[in-house]
């Protein structure tokens, strides 16, 4: 069964600071990574997806990396502001299946 | 930009009623799926639905639960008999022309059963 992971639960950076964010899953033998934030009491919206046979994925600020052999993807935040205070989700697919198993989360609070 | 769009927003419910959910997935997306989110705890997939059948379900999607597509762009998930732990946040989702795609979210409905 696939578990996913994600390093730190919470993190509390002044504006400005460059960050990165971590995700470990289990099975490495995923089809796509997604990365998603979630805003408190709302929905998610997708930031980034990486297919399998990627290593990296940008937009914007946000510059998302898959390590499919290890188990692992980071989601790289440049030059943070207050409006990216969030929940940030990592979800991962397997091949063969249509449904994303997510990792609990990263708390993101980005002070002014 | 299109959206996935869900109603009600926030449904409170007495335990054994029967809820339904309604989404309008994205319009020319083929894939559905329903997710919740039990506060504080983590996203968990519910049912994925396509060309008018379930194409597959996790093992909290038990017999109390359905979903239906009864017109072109409406996607419902009812549950029969509300229980307490059915209290959660329920996303709808969809997504495009194949497995690769983006799955996108809608902004969720609030399920309270008390």
């Known amino acids: 069964k696939q578990e996913v992971t994600q390093i730190p639960a919470a993190l509390s950076v002044p504006e400005g600071e460059n960050l990165v964010l971590n995700c470990s899953f289990t099975?490495?033998?995923?089809?796509?990574l997604q990365w998603f934030r979630q805003d408190p009491g709302k929905g998610l919206t997708s930031l980034l997806l990486?297919?399998?046979?990627?290593r990296e994925q940008t937009s914007g600020r946000l510059n998302a990396s898959l390590d499919k052999s290890s188990g692992r993807s980071t989601l790289y935040i440049a030059a943070s502001q207050p409006g990216d205070s969030a929940t940030y989700l990592c979800?991962?697919?397997?091949?063969?299946?249509?449904?994303?198993?997510f990792g609990k989360g990263t708390m993101l609070l980005v002070s002014p | 930009e299109p959206e996935v769009t869900q109603t009600p927003s926030h449904q409170v419910t007495q335990m054994g009623q029967e809820v339904i959910l309604r989404c309008v997935p994205i319009?020319?997306?083929?894939?559905f799926y329903w997710y919740r989110q039990i506060l504080g705890q983590k996203v968990e997939f519910l049912v994925s639905?396509?060309?008018?059948?379930?194409?597959?379900k996790s093992e909290i999607f038990d017999d109390q639960f359905s979903v239906e597509r009864p017109d072109g762009s409406n996607f419902t998930l009812k549950i029969r008999s509300t229980k307490l732990e059915d209290s959660a946040m329920y996303f709808c989702?969809?997504?495009?022309?194949?497995?690769?795609?983006?799955?996108?979210f809608g902004p969720g409905t609030r399920l309270t059963v008390l």
């Open positions: 989702a969809s997504s495009g022309t194949g497995t690769a795609d983006t799955q996108y």
């Open positions: 979800a991962v697919r397997l091949s063969g299946y249509s449904t994303l198993t």
């Open positions: 639905f396509y060309n008018n059948e379930i194409s597959e």
């Open positions: 990486i297919q399998s046979s990627q």
């Open positions: 319009s020319n997306h083929l894939y």
């Open positions: 099975d490495s033998a995923i089809y796509n």
